[in-house]
């Protein structure tokens, strides 16, 4: 191994600057949900349901428009303009539960998180997860 980091290609050659900003979100949903539920893990063995309820509080779009509120300022330049690519893609659906506005953070979000899965760049995707969790107050309660 050359030490370098493993970008993704398809078929025809293209990398993640090259797919539409809705397929980074497709691929960030699932690598958003796995660290979420790799993050309720830790917080300890609980019944499934109560870890569902863990795991929708983030990665429900109210909740991803809060985490993304905690990370903007520590974005570089080429990942805001990823998030952004994201954010303003139209896409012809919108969850039942969320404001629009909430909806297009949120899938900026993902598609930040699919294009730094797919540059190799997963360290990046957990420091900046990290930063983004909600902190504890003394009381266990989120702030």
């Known amino acids: 191994m050359s030490g370098e980091k493993e970008c993704f290609r398809t078929k025809n050659g293209e990398g993640p600057d090259g797919l539409s900003p809705l397929v980074l979100a497709y691929m960030g949903d699932a690598v958003y949900e796995v660290l979420v539920r790799r993050w309720v893990l830790r917080q300890g063995n609980a019944p499934v349901?109560?870890?569902n309820s863990q795991s929708r509080a983030l990665v429900k779009a109210s909740g991803q428009r809060a985490f993304y509120e905690r990370i903007c300022t520590a974005l570089t330049q080429q990942e805001k303009a990823v998030?952004?690519?994201?954010?303003?893609a139209k896409s012809h659906t919108v969850?039942?539960?969320?404001s629009v506005a909430d909806y297009r953070i949120a899938t900026g979000v993902e598609a930040l998180f699919g294009y730094l899965y797919l540059m190799?760049?997963?360290e990046r995707a957990e420091a900046l997860f990290s930063l983004g969790l909600?902190?504890?107050?003394?009381?266990g309660k989120e702030e």
């Open 83 to 88: 998030f952004q690519r994201g954010r303003n």
């Open 95 to 98: 969850a039942k539960h969320a």
């Open 120 to 122: 190799g760049e997963e």
């Open 134 to 139: 909600p902190q504890q107050n003394e009381k």
């Open 49 to 51: 349901d109560k870890l």
